[in-house]
């Protein structure tokens, strides 16, 4: 099971439906959520900026992101998230859940080696059984 799991996602329908999945699925018992890419930014600058002596609670292991989101977008989380944190959390890697059909989105995802994996929303449990297999994630099931 992973430990924690960071969903962001502009639709409040969504994150609850993902939550529901995941724990469901027994994926994950701690997820947590942002709107935007900015609030995913957020939570790790909150998460590193704390004091280094009181123990940090666990980061998220995998984040799932939406590329189309006001504010910030997956794509422009996903580079911010890259230049300020990824080097500090090798473990996380990122699963993009979008509805796009665009082939663009498709390639240029490969092009990062954080993401492991491109699911079509919505996320099902067999989405996530699938995901389970995935080479990065074996070690967790």
């Known amino acids: 099971m992973v430990n924690k799991v960071l969903?962001?996602?502009?639709?409040?329908i969504t994150l609850?439906?993902?939550d529901m999945v995941i724990k469901k699925a027994g994926f994950s018992n701690?997820?947590?959520?942002a709107k935007n890419g900015k609030e995913g930014i957020a939570w790790f600058s909150a998460y590193f900026?704390?004091?280094?002596?009181?123990?940090?609670q666990d980061p998220p292991q995998i984040i799932f992101l939406d590329l189309?989101?006001?504010v910030m977008n997956g794509w422009d989380f996903l580079?911010?998230?890259l230049m300020k944190?990824?080097?500090?959390?090798?473990g996380t890697k990122v699963v993009i859940l979008s509805s796009t059909v665009n082939p663009e989105d498709f390639l240029r995802a490969n092009k990062?080696?954080?993401v492991i994996d491109f699911i079509n929303k919505p996320l099902t449990t067999e989405g996530l059984v699938e995901l389970m297999e995935n080479e990065h994630l074996s070690s967790y099931f």
Not at 85 to 90: E, G, H, N, V
């Open 112 to 114: 990062y080696e954080i």
């Open 30 to 33: 701690d997820v947590i959520t």
């Open 16 to 18: 609850v439906l993902c």
């Open 49 to 56: 900026s704390k004091n280094k002596d009181v123990p940090k």
């Open 68 to 70: 189309n989101m006001p």
């Open 79 to 81: 580079e911010d998230y």
């Open 7 to 12: 969903c962001i996602d502009d639709d409040q």
């Open 85 to 90: 944190y990824s080097d500090r959390l090798p």
